[in-house]
C-alpha cells in the first residue's frame, strides 16, 4: 500500500505558475509513489469568500481542468469537492473542542492572514477556525504527508497537536500524525517582481493563457531601468526576467553565460524576453492544449469529480463513524 498525501486548493481563480512551481509540479511526482487525494476546498473559500458564491462554483470546475490539464491521473488521484462531503464538517466539529481560541490566535498562518485581509473586529469565526476544519480534511483520510509551501507548516503543527490530544485522551491512536513534504523550490515572483504571483495582485501568468497572452505579460516584465541601449552593461538583481529564467530555463550553463553577457553588455532585453517567452511556451503549451481538449468534455471533468467524491465520502464517512464511536456518540 501506497503512504497517503492530502493537498489541494480553494477555488477562487484558476490556476497560474506560482501554483505550478509551487505545488502542481510535486504533485505530477508524487502520484508515481503515493496515493492522493486532492481537495478542491470550496467550503474553506467560502470562510472569506462567503458573498461571492459563484465565483467559488465557478472555479470548483477550473481548478479540476488544471488539474487534469497539468497531468494529474484520475486513475491514481482522488480529486474531490470539500462541501459535498459531510463528514468533513461533522469531524470539524468534534475537533473544535480540542483547540483553544488562544491557540488558533497564535497560530502564525492564520494571525498574518486575519492581518492581511484587514478582518479587525469583522472576523467570521468560519474564517477563525479553517485550521481545525483543514486539520479535519487531513485527519478524515489518515494522510501520511502533506505538501506545504513555508507558510503552511503551523497548518501541519496544528493538525498533529490535534491528532495527539485526541489519541491521548481517548486512549488509542486514532487520529494519524502528518509529515509535511517542504517543496525545495521557492515561491515564484509576479510579473511585477513583487514576491508573490496572485490572481489578486493582478500578475499572474495562468496556465490556459494563449501563446499571446503569454508574450504580451512577459513583454510586461521590468528588467534593469538603466539598460536603455543594448550596449549599456545591465543588472541582474531585481531583473524580473532573470528572475523567472532562475526558474524555469533548465540550461544552467547558457543562463550563466546570458548573464555575464548581459552584465558586460551587448545583450538586448527583447532577446532575453524571446528567450523567456520560448521557454514558457514549451512549459504551457502542451498544458493548454490538454486543458482545451478536458474544456471540450466537461461532462468527464464532473465526472471525475463526482466518483473521486463518491471515494472520498466512504472514506471520510468510515473515520467520522470512529470518532464517534471513541466519543460516546452512539446510541442506536
Ligand atoms: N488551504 C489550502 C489552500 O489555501 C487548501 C486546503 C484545504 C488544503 N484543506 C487542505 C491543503 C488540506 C492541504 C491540506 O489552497
Same mark, same amino acid.
Given at each position: 500500500?501506497?503512504?497517503?498525501?492530502?493537498?489541494?486548493?480553494?477555488?477562487?481563480?484558476?490556476?497560474?505558475?506560482?501554483?505550478?512551481?509551487?505545488?502542481?509540479?510535486?504533485?505530477?511526482? /508524487?502520484?508515481?509513489?503515493?496515493?492522493?487525494?486532492?481537495?478542491?476546498?470550496?467550503?474553506?473559500?467560502?470562510?472569506?469568500?462567503?458573498?461571492?458564491?459563484?465565483?467559488?462554483?465557478?472555479?470548483?470546475?477550473?481548478?479540476?481542468?488544471?488539474? +487534469?490539464?497539468?497531468?494529474?491521473?484520475?486513475?491514481?488521484?482522488?480529486? =474531490?469537492?470539500?462541501?459535498?462531503?459531510?463528514?468533513?464538517?461533522? +469531524?470539524?466539529?468534534?475537533?473544535?473542542? !480540542?483547540?483553544?481560541?488562544?491557540?488558533?490566535?497564535?497560530?502564525?498562518?492564520?494571525? *498574518?492572514?486575519?492581518?492581511?485581509?484587514?478582518?479587525?473586529?469583522?472576523?467570521?469565526?468560519? =474564517? =477563525?477556525?479553517?485550521?481545525?476544519?483543514?486539520?479535519?480534511?487531513?485527519?478524515? /483520510?489518515?494522510?501520511?504527508?502533506?505538501?506545504?509551501?513555508?507558510?503552511?507548516?503551523?497548518?501541519?503543527?496544528?493538525?498533529?497537536?490535534?491528532?495527539?490530544?485526541?489519541? &491521548?485522551?481517548? $486512549?488509542?491512536?486514532?487520529?494519524? *500524525?502528518?509529515?509535511?513534504?517542504? $517543496?525545495?523550490?521557492?515561491? !515564484?515572483?509576479?510579473?511585477?517582481?513583487?514576491?508573490?504571483?496572485?490572481? &489578486?495582485?493582478?500578475?499572474?501568468?495562468?496556465?490556459?493563457?494563449?501563446?499571446?497572452?503569454?508574450?504580451?505579460?512577459?513583454?510586461?516584465?521590468?528588467?534593469?531601468?538603466?539598460?536603455?541601449?543594448?550596449?549599456?552593461?545591465?543588472?541582474?538583481?531585481?531583473?524580473?526576467? =532573470?528572475?523567472?529564467?532562475?526558474? /524555469?530555463?533548465?540550461?544552467?550553463?547558457?543562463?550563466?553565460?546570458?548573464?555575464?553577457?548581459?552584465?558586460? $553588455?551587448?545583450?538586448?532585453?527583447?532577446?532575453?524576453?524571446?528567450?523567456?517567452?520560448?521557454?514558457?511556451?514549451?512549459?504551457?503549451?502542451?498544458?493548454?492544449?490538454?486543458?482545451?481538449?478536458?474544456?471540450?468534455?466537461?461532462?468527464?471533468?464532473?465526472?471525475?469529480?463526482?466518483?473521486?467524491?463518491?471515494?472520498?465520502?466512504?472514506?471520510?464517512?468510515?473515520?467520522?463513524?470512529?470518532?464517534?464511536?471513541?466519543?460516546?456518540?452512539?446510541?442506536?
Amino acid at each position: 500500500m501506497k503512504p497517503i498525501i492530502l493537498t489541494g486548493d480553494r477555488p477562487t481563480g484558476s490556476l497560474h505558475l506560482g501554483h505550478y512551481v509551487g505545488s502542481l509540479k510535486n504533485r505530477v511526482a /508524487f502520484q508515481e509513489d503515493y496515493r492522493q487525494f486532492l481537495i478542491i476546498a470550496d467550503a474553506q473559500a467560502l470562510t472569506d469568500h462567503f458573498e461571492r458564491p459563484e465565483m467559488v462554483r465557478d472555479n470548483v470546475v477550473q481548478v479540476a481542468l488544471d488539474y +487534469l490539464a497539468v497531468g494529474l491521473d484520475p486513475g491514481r488521484n482522488t480529486c =474531490f469537492v470539500q462541501s459535498q462531503v459531510p463528514a468533513l464538517c461533522e +469531524l470539524t466539529s468534534y475537533l473544535m473542542n !480540542l483547540v483553544t481560541v488562544s491557540r488558533l490566535q497564535r497560530n502564525p498562518t492564520i494571525k *498574518e492572514e486575519i492581518k492581511q485581509k484587514g478582518f479587525d473586529e469583522s472576523l467570521p469565526v468560519g =474564517f =477563525f477556525c479553517y485550521p481545525v476544519s483543514q486539520a479535519a480534511d487531513i485527519l478524515a /483520510f489518515n494522510a501520511d504527508a502533506v505538501p506545504v509551501g513555508d507558510d503552511q507548516n503551523p497548518m501541519i503543527e496544528q493538525t498533529n497537536e490535534i491528532a495527539r490530544k485526541f489519541n &491521548s485522551i481517548y $486512549g488509542g491512536s486514532y487520529l494519524k *500524525e502528518v509529515k509535511a513534504i517542504v $517543496g525545495s523550490i521557492g515561491r !515564484l515572483p509576479g510579473i511585477d517582481g513583487k514576491t508573490k504571483m496572485s490572481k &489578486s495582485l493582478g500578475n499572474a501568468i495562468f496556465l490556459k493563457d494563449s501563446a499571446e497572452d503569454l508574450r504580451r505579460k512577459v513583454n510586461l516584465m521590468f528588467t534593469d531601468p538603466n539598460h536603455i541601449r543594448v550596449s549599456d552593461p545591465g543588472s541582474i538583481a531585481g531583473n524580473v526576467v =532573470f528572475m523567472f529564467l532562475d526558474f /524555469f530555463d533548465s540550461n544552467v550553463q547558457e543562463l550563466h553565460e546570458l548573464k555575464q553577457h548581459y552584465q558586460k $553588455g551587448g545583450l538586448g532585453d527583447g532577446q532575453l524576453k524571446k528567450r523567456l517567452i520560448e521557454i514558457l511556451d514549451s512549459l504551457i503549451a502542451p498544458i493548454r492544449h490538454r486543458r482545451m481538449q478536458y474544456e471540450s468534455d466537461i461532462g468527464y471533468v464532473r465526472k471525475v469529480l463526482e466518483d473521486g467524491t463518491r471515494e472520498a465520502r466512504e472514506i471520510a464517512s468510515e473515520k467520522v463513524a470512529e470518532v464517534k464511536r471513541v466519543m460516546k456518540l452512539t446510541y442506536f
